[in-house]
């Protein structure tokens, strides 16, 4: 739907841009930092987010995937930076220690003054992962099969979009960053 001039929107409405899309509460975690540190979505109140779900031994979409938003991370204004913070989680927790996902992180150029990649107990993990609908299950030689999708959040707590697969190209979740703020 495509909207101009003032409009008031329901709690399951959102305007991305000049478009109201039906937006769902994102729900929450409570997780461990690349740092050791807990982090929780009422942590991110006020904060737009981009949230995904990667593994560190992942030797398919799951680097792309974090070297993609490491485009968009970089892209963005330095206003619409402050106002966003880039979520990863790991499904795989028993791997991804802390200190795992920040060489990750750093291998990857991802900038943690305002991106956390997180894990935690498996139990967790798997709460958060049937929270947010994505599908995984032990793959071969170590892989994890999952959905490749990530969620775009607004500071409302409320899923606004979700990617599929590897995603757009870079400027689009730029833009859509950039409409948010």
């Known amino acids: 739907i495509q909207v101009t001039g003032q409009v008031s929107l329901g709690e399951d409405w959102s305007l991305l ?22 982090l929780s979505m009422a942590d991110l109140a006020g904060k737009n987010i ?21 485009s968009v991370q970089r892209a963005l204004s330095s206003r619409v930076q402050e106002q966003t ?10 791997n991804d220690l802390p200190e795992v996902l920040n060489t990750y992180a750093r291998d990857r ?10 894990t935690g107990p498996p139990e967790a993990i798997d709460a958060v992962v049937r929270a947010y609908g994505v599908a995984s299950s032990p793959g071969e030689d170590g892989q994890i ?3 490749v999708v990530t969620f ?3 500071g409302q707590g409320r899923i606004v979009k979700r990617y599929m697969g590897q995603g757009p190209p870079p400027a689009e979740i730029t833009a859509d960053l950039e409409s948010l703020a």
């Open 85 to 94: 913070h880039f979520v990863s989680i790991s499904l795989d927790p028993q």
């Open 17 to 38: 841009g000049e478009t109201l899309v039906r937006s769902d509460p994102a729900p929450p975690f409570s997780l461990v930092d690349e740092a050791g540190n807990s």
């Open 109 to 118: 150029g991802a900038d943690l003054d305002n991106w956390s990649f997180l």
């Open 152 to 154: 775009l959040i607004d």
């Open 145 to 147: 099969e999952h959905l």
């Open 50 to 70: 981009l949230l995904d779900f990667i593994f560190t031994r992942c030797t398919g979409p799951c680097p792309i995937l974090t070297s993609t938003h490491v």
